[in-house]
């Protein structure tokens, strides 16, 4: 079941921002006056199909992208057929180079709107709910294996920021830190203050999953929900209850209950549990992942950022185009060899795993607002058959006054269609390998 919401939830989200890009490209055509052939959200073989006036709009049985055919445009279907007569006045060739450099940007910028518009939202109706730095601190923090290796010690009170102090904890996982040169951290340990400085590979060491949270707040909890038929739930523990005990180890944090229930794995455990002004002894049965059923609710006090609909553009701008940022620093750290590509890229095993397997609405669209801002961001990138490829083209004639011939655009297109077929097998299968192994 969690496998088919992964599937469901990568699926609408990139029909959502696949539909999204290319509309973009078939209205700025046809603003211009084009004829848009086919739009197609999904590559062949065609599932479905109807034409509206000069257009048959199409799904694919691949869902992992789609296109736009624009009548007397080189792209990736090469057919050249057409381009052997004159052009004539609806063809994309037949037009400025600055109108087929508006549609070749069209769908770039509609992801973009689209992610600026999702954060904006996103912040209008939920607004900001963060942990407040001086609230991580009144606990300290819980390293895990990655944590540890760059100098964090359990109890660890985060206090600064590259020498600056910060207001939510969440700023510990900046991509300007952790992506940073000679960024670093200054702790209180044992009333001292020491710095922690952050290596220069460590955005390949966060990739792994189970390492990208390096650091946690040690956070005192109670029982928030209860998985039903879970093993938590046919314990007989409940909403609210206080987990004191796992077995014989004592338990304030829920890091502390994480690891003493892994210890336990497979093992019928019991717990001891504060239940109203009482205590209640339960046995449950933990599963092989070191887990009961049930999901925990903090007792650190969250804070909540409100916005009003003016306050929530900016504020979603910025976090969309914070996306496009640390695209960038991303991809300088793989070019630079600080980064693994193995590594850091991922497919869409990879983003299905992101969604999860439970179906949340603020995390489904704040994810499908981060890989809108990342689609216009790998789009734009200088490639033949991307659309950032185009735009090289057509602002090489628009300044030097010559337009590159049919048969140089072919060629390139094919070629970029052959690195982006590499990239695409080599994120598929990178994913299966990271998945397994």
């Known amino acids: 079941m969690d496998i088919l919401v992964m599937a469901a939830q990568l699926l609408l989200g990139l029909t959502i921002l696949v539909g999204v890009h290319e509309a973009g490209h078939m209205l700025s055509a046809k603003w211009f006056g084009m004829r848009v052939e086919k739009f197609s959200i999904g590559f062949p073989p065609k599932i479905f199909g109807k034409t509206f006036g000069e257009t048959e709009y199409m799904i694919g049985a691949v869902p992992l992208g789609g296109f ?9 279907s090469l ?16 037009k400025p180079a600055w109108q087929r450099l508006i549609v070749m940007l069209g769908g770039i910028i509609v992801n973009v709107l689209t992610g600026i518009l999702i954060f904006t939202l996103l912040t209008y109706n939920y607004g900001e709910s963060y942990l407040p730095a001086a609230e991580a601190q009144r606990f300290g ?69 189970d390492q990208a949270l390096f650091v946690v707040p040690n956070d005192p909890f109670v029982v928030g929900e209860v998985v039903p038929a879970g ?32 210890a336990n794995a497979n093992k019928p455990t019991p ?52 996306i496009v940022g640390a695209q960038l620093k991303a991809f300088g750290k793989i070019f630079s060899g600080e980064a693994s590509a193995r590594k850091s890229l991922g497919g869409p095993i990879a983003i299905a795993q992101t969604y999860g397997g439970t179906f949340d609405w603020i995390k489904f669209w704040t994810l499908t607002g981060m890989l809108s801002m990342v689609l216009a961001f790998m789009n734009l990138l200088p490639i033949p058959a991307l659309d950032g490829g185009h735009v090289v083209f057509l ?23 052959v690195l982006l077929l590499g990239l695409m097998v080599f994120v598929f299968f990178n994913d299966i390998f990271k998945s397994f192994f």
């Open 141 to 209: 923090v819980v390293p895990n294996q990655l944590g540890q290796q760059i100098g964090f010690q359990p109890g660890d009170k985060i206090v600064k920021i590259n020498g600056r102090p910060f207001e939510q904890f969440n700023d510990v996982y900046a991509p300007d830190v952790v992506m940073g040169s000679g960024s670093y951290y200054t702790v209180e340990r044992n009333g001292q203050l020491v710095d922690i400085s952050v290596p220069a590979d460590f955005m390949d060491k966060m990739a792994d999953a």
């Open 395 to 417: 602002t090489y004639e628009m300044l030097s006054g010559r337009k590159p011939s049919d048969r140089f655009l072919e060629n390139a297109q094919k070629v970029g269609m």
């Open 231 to 262: 093993p938590a739930s046919k314990a007989g523990l409940e909403v609210g209850d206080r987990i004191l005990k796992v077995g014989s180890k004592a338990i304030q944090f829920f890091p502390e209950l994480q690891e003493a229930l892994k």
């Open 68 to 76: 736009v055919k624009i009548t007397g445009m080189v792209d990736e």
């Open 79 to 94: 057919d050249t057929d057409a381009l052997k007569q004159e052009p004539q006045p609806y063809e994309f060739r037949a």
């Open 271 to 322: 717990l001891l549990v504060q239940r109203g002004a009482g205590q209640v002894t339960l046995t449950v049965n933990v599963d092989e992942e070191g887990k009961v059923g049930f999901r925990p609710k903090s007792l650190l006090n969250y804070a909540t950022r409100e916005y009003s609909l003016a306050e929530s553009i900016p504020a979603g701008t910025k976090q969309a185009f914070g």
